[in-house]
């Protein structure tokens, strides 16, 4: 059942009549006409203008039955913080950003069945421990003398590094899809939002390449281009299918399968190297060696990009299952 | 008016058959929104601020703790909207106000009464009266001020 329409979108305009109203009680009821009463009568503050726009954090049946009276206490509390100074307005104002931040994802998480927020869950853990592995072998070989010489010997392992390196990016960005979309749900600003962090990732990740090897950053930036926009598109496909059955929902899981691709290939280039790279390059292999045991650190991020890739397919099969 | 809200002031009208015990315990926010209402109905604001008021401070809770909290507890039937609004002259009539059902009393006064009894069940605890007579010590109340020599002076 459709609720009726809100007086949310009217906010600011409403709240400035009201506020106006409160200059002119105070007026006539005797009371001093503050500097703060003055300035809630010029206008909206511009806190509260913002305020408003964040709640769109919140999920819309939710904003539109209680959006207008969450404004209006924040308003409230607003105009009498500032009776009492800066600093007050100051301290309640990031108490209402973290209450915004911490309620309205809850609330979006209150919507989605576990099986979802179990599948969103696993794939931040594949993608944190695919970054993690990724930049092991990153601190293990970027610079080591041992990596040139074994790269020259083995294309394979120069190209396993790079799709690795690349893909764990992706998979970062991907995770951030998830976050974004459970928190302020499928937008177009939230989709450019996300192709900015893509950029960003990009140069932060390899963007020192572009003044000493020009050639190699356009490789690699085709490569993170063409490997983030796949996983884009295989997540809002599938989003697209899911739509009509799981609603708002659809994006997370979207955004999972999306992001799994990613995890993929950085599993199978992780696995591929680390194959490739003993019979190749046996003290490079040797440098992940931890000492006085028998463990190797690429085999400990192999085995557990793994097993958290397998945990993730079976949360995603287990999201992805129509409800009985 | 929601199909919730519907279904709690039915509820509340014929008389909620759940044993209070089964929503217990509550959130600190649910048991302080309770008693808030416990004086009379309320809008979102005057709640915010009768649960600052009732807890000295330490519970200050944002808009949206409050109306998350607030759509539970109509969700539960604890509490109900009121239809009756004030004077448009004195106060804004877009706003809503909240009063407690007869359930929401019951189950407010089971968690007081749960409270209570965990408070006894503390004091009895081994070591007890030397954490209170430390705490007797460092607070500075009126009974026994700080720096009661200076008391006479003032």
Known sequence: MREPPSEFDNLPEMSGAHVAGDVREAHDAGQPVTPHRR????????????????????????????????WRVARDADAEARMAGDVVVVALWLRIAADLAHNASAERISLMRP????????????????????????????????????????????????????????????????????????????????????????????????????????????????????????GRRVATRLRRRSGARAAVIGACVGCGGALLVNTVALTLHTLALNPISHPLYMQGQIPGTHLNALLIGLALALLTLALYALSLLAALRPRA | MTMADAEGEARDERG??????????????????????????????????????????AVRLGPGTLYRTLKALLDDGLIAESGERPDPAHDDERRRYYRLTAFGRRVAQAETARLMRLVERAQALPGWEAIRALATLLAPTEAMPLHPATKGVQ
């Open chain 2, 16 to 57: 909620d058959a759940r044993a209070p015990e089964a929503l217990l315990p509550l959130t600190p926010g649910a048991l302080h929104i309770l008693l808030a209402l416990a004086g009379g109905e309320r809008h979102g604001y005057a709640i915010m601020q009768e649960t600052t008021r009732l807890s000295d401070g």
């Open chain 1, 39 to 70: 300035r809630r009568a010029t206008g909206v503050p511009w806190v509260l203008r913002v305020y408003r726009l964040a709640m769109w954090a919140y999920p819309s049946a939710f904003r539109r039955r209680y959006g207008d009276e969450m």
């Open chain 1, 115 to 234: 099986t979802v927020v179990l599948a969103a869950v696993m794939t931040g853990v594949a993608g944190v421990i695919a970054v993690l592995a990724s930049l092991n072998l990153y601190l293990l070989e970027d610079g080591n003398p041992l990596t040139s010489a074994a790269y020259r010997a083995s294309s394979l392992l120069g190209a396993s590094y790079d799709v690795a390196y690349l893909s764990a990016l992706v998979a970062g960005v991907g995770v951030c899809a998830i976050v974004v979309y459970a928190v302020v749900g499928p937008s177009r600003a939230a989709t450019v939002s996300l192709g900015t962090l893509a950029v960003f990732v990009a140069f932060a990740g390899f963007g020192g390449l572009l003044v000493r090897a020009p050639l190699t950053f356009a490789a690699l930036g085709f490569g993170f281009a063409c490997l983030t926009l796949a996983s884009f598109f295989v």
